[in-house]
């Protein structure tokens, strides 16, 4: 029993997202409860390009896509071997390549995913407490664990923070539904 509340526990702070009927703000930006009225943060710029690509320069790196090769982007979270909160943005396209771009943030004592107290203050009703928070139930909840869950073909790139990553979701969004491309820049 103290195995399956724990393993709830570390379950319960994640969300599944999904890209049907996400609605967009006036930026086009697509609103979550994450970054539904979030500015980007002043370290990022985003402006639209002539070209029909996509362009993020971070500092690990450069990504470069044509609009017309993305298939699908999504922005989802999880917890990773039970101690690391991730939310990750990923850009499908159709070559054979995967691009993800995750912040992530330590489940600790201190952490606003430490779900132990949350779950101690009602743990008669934890479970259902659980799906009412994520929006799904807790058994569906993606459960990753490194490497095996790492795959081959995957380009990644950490961001430092998730507001960075929100903007980043809101550039790529806005490129790939307008059709008009867009350079994001992380400073």
């Known amino acids: 029993m103290k ?6 526990a570390l379950a319960l702070p994640v969300t599944a997202q999904t890209n049907a009927g996400r609605q967009t703000n006036q930026n086009g930006q697509a609103n979550n409860s994450n970054n539904q009225n979030a500015e980007p943060p002043e370290n990022t710029s985003d402006e639209e ?3 029909r690509r996509w362009h993020a320069f971070l500092p690990g790196g450069a990504y470069h896509v044509g609009l ?3 298939t699908a982007i999504s922005k989802h ?5 039970g ?26 004592a ?3 995913f430490n779900v132990v107290q949350r779950l101690q203050a009602s743990l ?5 407490k659980a799906g009412e928070y994520s929006g799904t139930k807790v058994d569906e909840l993606a459960q990753k664990t490194y490497p095996h869950t790492t795959h081959a073909k995957t380009i990644e790139y950490r961001i430092l923070t998730e507001q960075e990553l929100n903007a980043l979701f809101g550039s790529v969004y806005r490129a790939w539904d307008s059709g008009k491309g867009r350079t ?3 400073r």
Do not use: H, M, W
């Open 3 to 8: 195995v399956y509340l724990l393993l709830l």
């Open 49 to 51: 390009n002539k070209k």
């Open 68 to 70: 017309g090769s993305i």
């Open 77 to 81: 979270s999880y917890v990773l071997d």
């Open 83 to 108: 101690t690391l909160y991730v939310s990750e943005v990923t850009i499908d396209t159709t070559g054979n390549s995967l691009a993800r771009f995750y912040f992530i943030e330590p489940i600790s």
């Open 110 to 112: 201190d952490s606003k």
């Open 124 to 128: 008669g009703k934890a479970q259902e």
């Open 184 to 186: 994001f820049r992380i």
